[in-house]
């Protein structure tokens, strides 16, 4: 009779485990932009004078219980714009080769079937095509919803017009870490300074193991290896300090850092429709 009962009971724990949401099933990199820049003082003194052709990209992560956007990149508008989009003084020109419409398309998804929508930040290279996700919840941290949306966004180096219809969606505003789906595999991590409420994001994919999706928090590897804040964040001694959190948390976690902007690294990385496990 023990015996049939601990049979039972291993059996019972094997049914339950099968029955487990899978978590993480797969995440798109989609090349969302380019931003080309003719001096990199802003970003960093020590290259001063030299130029650099940044990546841009939005991540789609498909979780057992729904699809998750992460940044929207440069302004799907830019595509009709071949030499693209100047600011700075032409310091800086945005591209948009590939309206982020079509590459959702080939993936087999469309606007609507995005139900959880979450940025690293407001800045146009990132919320650029917000408005398409009218539908989904939006996750950010309150500090920058309240600037975001409050009376005078530009003073913190938001456009209001890029993210305008996501005034109406349900929001978590959050008040630091936020676990999207309850299991630990996909955790928005508070890491504020580039902007007043900057995040990163953690996700545990199934076969890749854990990686950070930078957002901001530092443009490209020679930066993120120098600890180099750009003069031009919003608070560079948060800056500063979300570094290290993030670099405890890669240390703690076996997590690689996809830096969001880093020409060499996107390089190495499957863009959409092809996914990474």
Not at 68 to 94: C, I
Not at 147 to 176: D, I, R, T
């Amino acid at each position: 009779m023990k015996k049939l009962l601990l049979l039972a009971v291993l059996l019972s724990g094997c049914a339950s485990m099968s029955d487990r949401p899978a978590g993480v099933e797969r995440l798109y990199v989609i090349s969302c932009g380019e931003n080309h820049v003719k001096d990199l003082a802003r970003w960093a003194a020590a290259d001063a004078g030299k130029s650099i052709q940044f990546k841009n990209h939005c991540y789609l992560i498909k979780h057992a219980r729904g699809w998750l956007l992460w940044d929207t990149g440069n302004s799907d508008s830019f595509a009709a714009l071949p030499n693209g989009n100047s600011v700075l003084g032409g310091m800086l020109v945005q591209y948009m080769k590939k309206p982020l419409l079509e590459s959702l398309k080939e993936i087999g998804v469309a606007p609507a079937d995005i139900q959880h929508l979450a940025m690293s930040h407001l800045h146009g290279d990132h919320a650029g095509n917000a408005n398409y996700f009218t539908a989904a919840t939006l996750y950010m941290q309150a500090p920058e919803y309240e600037a975001a949306f409050g009376p005078e966004p530009q003073k913190f180096g938001f456009v209001a017009a890029n993210y305008a219809k996501l005034g109406g969606n349900k929001a978590v505003k959050l008040a630091g870490d936020h676990d999207v789906f309850g299991d630990g595999s996909v955790v928005i991590k508070s890491a504020p300074g580039h902007t007043i409420g900057h995040q990163v994001l953690l996700v545990r994919l199934p076969r890749t193991g854990p990686v950070i999706l930078s957002g901001d928090l530092v443009h490209y590897t020679a930066n993120w290896e120098g600890r180099r804040v750009p003069s031009m964040n919003f608070n560079p001694t948060q800056s500063a300090r979300s570094m290290t959190m993030v670099d405890e948390l890669m240390a703690q976690t076996g997590a690689k850092l996809w830096i969001n902007h880093d020409p060499t690294q996107s390089n190495g990385l499957p863009k959409a429709p092809a996914y990474v496990q």
